[in-house]
């Protein structure tokens, strides 16, 4: 019988997004990231900070804590957190460029 070797093909296919507009858009103000030795975390929550009118020493001596509402939390790989890692810094320098060519 004749070895036969199998040929390793690549095919790109195309991500087509399904549900984007019926998942609704959240405001952030605070991301916190960790790890394992397997997975990456990324936490994003609403902080909701005192509003304080002219506030005094112990005012501000007496607060401990902010609270935060976590909304979502995610788990990556690895190499899927660089592949974040590489789209947003991608997209962040598109922006300032755009910004700047704006001004």
């Known amino acids: ?10 095919v ?7 549900g984007a507009n019926e998942v609704p858009i959240i405001y ?3 991301t916190f990231v960790s790890h394992t030795s397997d997975e990456f975390f ?19 001596d ?8 976590v909304v979502s939390r995610i788990a990556l790989t690895p190499s899927k957190f660089k592949e ?4 947003l810094q991608d ?3 598109k922006y300032t460029k ?3 060519s704006a001004e």
């Open 12 to 18: 790109a296919l195309r991500i087509q997004i399904e």
């Open 98 to 100: 755009q910004k700047e």
């Open 42 to 60: 990324l936490t994003f929550a609403q902080l909701h900070p005192p509003y304080l009118i002219s506030p005094t020493k112990e005012d501000i």
């Open 1 to 10: 019988m004749a070895n036969k070797q199998r040929e390793n093909k690549r």
């Open 84 to 87: 974040l890692i590489d789209a």
């Open 28 to 30: 952030i103000n605070y």
């Open 62 to 69: 007496g607060l401990k804590s902010i609270p935060a509402t």
């Open 91 to 93: 997209n962040y320098n």
